[in-house]
C-alpha cells in the first residue's frame, strides 16, 4: 500500500470520528434533545407513530439521540473510524484505477 493511501485512510478515520459529533448536531440530536423542526425531530415522528406513540429503546433514533446527548462511546468511535477509513479506502483504490 502506498503512503498517501496510508495518510488518506488514515485522514478518513479520524476525519469521521471528528465530524460525527457535528453531522449529529446538525440534523437535531443535541446534547439538548432533538430540536423543534429538524430532520431528528421529523424521524422521531415517524418512529414515535409507527410504535404506537413512544420511541423504541435500542431504535436508531434512540441510538442517535443517545449520541448526540452524551457523545460517541469507544466501540462506536471505532465504528465509525472504519466506516471513515473503508470509505476513503475505497474512493482511493477507485482513484488509483483510472490514472
Do not use: C, E, W
Not at 75 to 98: C, P
Amino acid at each position: 500500500m502506498a503512503l498517501g493511501t496510508i495518510v488518506a485512510v488514515s485522514a478518513g478515520a479520524v476525519g469521521a470520528v471528528a465530524a460525527a459529533p457535528l453531522v449529529l448536531g446538525a440534523v437535531g440530536f443535541t446534547s439538548a434533545g432533538i430540536s423543534v423542526g429538524s430532520y431528528a425531530a421529523g424521524m422521531m415522528s415517524s418512529a414515535a407513530i409507527a410504535n404506537g406513540g413512544g420511541v423504541a429503546a435500542g431504535s436508531l433514533v434512540a441510538l442517535l439521540q443517545s449520541a448526540g446527548a452524551a457523545g460517541l462511546t469507544l466501540t462506536t468511535k471505532a465504528i465509525v473510524a472504519g466506516a471513515g477509513a473503508g470509505g476513503v479506502g475505497a474512493v482511493t483504490g477507485l482513484l488509483r484505477r483510472f490514472r
